[in-house]
Each structure stands twice: as C-alpha cells, then as structure tokens.
C-alpha cells in the first residue's frame, strides 16, 4: 500500500532539525541530549537524532508525550493522581543535565487538549508537575546548559490555529508558518540565524550601553512603569551558557528580554493579543501593579483562570521578564495567533509573570539566588509571558535622575 505524502516539506523539515542541532544547540562532541516530543512529532524527532549523531553526540534520549494518554488520566484517574507527578524522571533529567547534557523541547501540544476539563484538576496537576521539575527546570532556567526549543505542526495544533481548513491544508499552512519564523525557508538558515543574532546582539548592546533605571509603556489602556533590576543586563538571539556552549535557546527567537526589578513596577497594563494557557484562552487581560505586585486583574475570558494562576504562589503577581520585539517582527507580520507562546511571545513586546533569569544580571552565573534576590530578581513555580505591544504602544527608556530616551515609538526600534 502507497503512504500518502505529508503535507509538510521534508527539506526544510529536514533543515529545521540541522538548525536545532547545529545553532539551537550547537550540541558537542561526545555530549548526551535529552529530548522531549509529542508522538506526532516522530518525523522531527527522528531528523534531530540523525543530526545530533551526524554532530557527534553521545546518546541521545527522547521522552514522548501522548495527547489520547493524556485525556484518559483526566476522563479515568483517581482524583488523588492529580496532586502526584513523575518526580523520579525530572530527577533523572536533573541528572543527566548535572553530567553535562542538552536538552531539546519539541513544542507541539494542541493548546486546546485540556479545554473541556476539570480546571481545578488541570491546576493541581499542573502545580504537581512544576515542583516536581524544579530540580531540572532550574538547570535550564539558570542557563546550565545548552537547550533549544523547536516546534512541529501536530494536526491537533494545526486545527486550532486554522480551523476553516482541512487536517492537511491546516498541517501545510502551520508548517510553512513554522519554517519562515524558525527561518529555514532559506538556501542556508546557518547564514541567516548568524545575521540575526547579530542584529539582536547590537539591540542587546545599545540597551546595556544605556542602563536605564525603567522602561515606560504608554498606548490604548497602558500606562506602565517596570523599574528593572538593579545590575540587569539586556540579552537576545544566540547566549552563551555556564558550560561555554553558545545556543540559541529559543527557534524563532525575536526579542531582546531583561529582568525587572520584582518591587519597582508601577501603573496599568492590558494584553495586546491573547494567552492561550493550558486550554484557556485568556483574552483582554488588564491588570494594575502597586509596589510591582498586581493589585487587580480583569480578563474578558479566561478571568477565573487567569486568578488562579496569579495564586500559584507569592511570586506570580510579580514579573520576571520584560521583552521588546518590534510589531513588524517576520510573526506578527504572518497575522497568525499561533496558541504557542514561543511564537506568540515574539509577534510582540511582553512581560512574563513570576521567575526570573539569573543570567539577566551582570555577571549572573556567580550570583547567589539571594544577590538575585536582593537586586529585584523575583522567584516563582510560574514563568507566563503575555503581550503587551503593538503599533500603538511607545517605550521610554528613563534613568535614575528621570531623563528620558525613546526606545520605541509606534511599536518600531526609535
């Protein structure tokens, strides 16, 4: 029997997995990868591991999740199961990070897999499972190691972003989409991410060169001061991790991302484009911060989510990013929302509610978690960023004695 062809291109299928081995990762000789995917994703997944041995790895590990096991924990498991989550397998993780591997994300999940459930289990479940990967999490949060996120266009994902077509011409569109912003549509990617990275290091550098004390966001239903943290240091594209491996973490990537100061964010805010959060699609968020703590928050949909999230614990109410990405950015210029916070998040400038990067400080990788602390880094289970910007939004930079600089205006570089 004939297999009908994929509607997605196996050339640029093929170097999406070369760019996350070779840039995302630029993994080593010898160094072991540990490797998430969805069971949709088999063909990626299989490209990398190719890659990856081409690039010489060690061994490379890939754990699979599966949308249909999903569901049945949630129609058939005990209530007390969602309170549980595989702590002995992020332990492992930890592990095999701590002797020196890398770790690659496939993203992929169909956002809306867990709309109809129960939320409270969908929460419980989800804070079982973020302290039970804090011990791995941290070795990624704290730039360990070499990591890269890179996606694959799941049917299920790319009925949700195109709904009106077909399972295939909805797989083809969303692959295509992928291949333009992850920038493998091109005769050689390697070439393009260098010149990207490039232009990301020089924002990256003006910015620092500045040292502003805040920015300020003015637009339609925002007036926000964030203070940013004191000794922060602005980063973008291609980062070098604390084992001198320099990756790109993020496959697309279009923003330069800093620490806020947890204490120092004043004013009111409202979302430019929707969050979509663990099935819900959390739409015209509008929130006041006093003191840099959120104070109020409206949603037009997914409010008694978006509160429960707020609750998760005493750093969620606070910020642990702030990024610029201008609105003629290769996503925002496709109009799709893509329910991936990896695309979404650069379509626009945003803020990340709850952990901060330690390596967004002046010389983070010898900062203790209570310098961090001490110089306005906040610290939560939580990290969700949500868009703030559009071409109606401005941003000054102010510093310490109050003189201002513009940095953005219209939602483009000034």
Known sequence: MTHPASPVDPLKLDKLAEVAVRVGLQLQKGQDLVMTAPIAALPLVRLITKHAYMAGAGLVSTFYADEEATLARYRHAPDESFDRASDWLYEGMAKAYANGAARLAIAGDNPMLLANEEPSKVARANKANSMAYKPALEKIANFDINWNIVSYPNPSWAKQVFPNDPEDVAVEKLANAIFAASRVDVADPVAAWATH?????????????????????????????????????????????????????????????????????????????????????????????????????????????????????????????????????????????????????????????????????????????????????????????????????DIDGVRADGSRTPVMRAGEWA
């Open 197 to 393: 990275n490039a232009n990301l290091a020089k924002r990256s550098a003006w910015l620092n060169g500045e040292r502003f004390s805040a920015l300020h966001f003015t637009g339609p239903g925002t007036d926000l001061t964030v203070g940013l943290a004191d000794g922060h240091e602005w980063h973008g594209g291609a980062s070098t991790a604390k084992n001198g491996i320099t990756c790109n973490p993020n496959i697309p990537t279009e923003e330069v991302f800093t620490t806020p100061h947890a204490l120092r964010v004043e004013g009111h805010v409202s979302s430019t484009k929707p969050l979509s959060h663990q099935g819900t699609l959390i739409d015209d968020i509008q929130v006041r911060f006093e003191g840099g703590r959120i104070v109020e928050a409206k949603a037009s949909k997914g409010e008694a989510v978006l509160n429960k999230v707020l609750d998760t614990d005493e750093g969620a109410r606070r910020l642990g990013e702030v990024a610029l990405v201008p609105h003629s950015s290769p996503i925002s210029a496709s109009g799709i929302l893509f329910y991936n916070t990896l695309f979404d998040e650069n379509a626009s400038c945003h803020i990340a509610l709850g952990q901060c990067y330690s390596k967004c400080f002046l010389d983070g990788a010898s900062l203790t978690p209570e310098q961090i602390r001490a110089q306005g880094g906040n610290e939560s289970l939580i990290h969700i960023d949500w868009m703030i910007g559009s071409d109606k939004v």
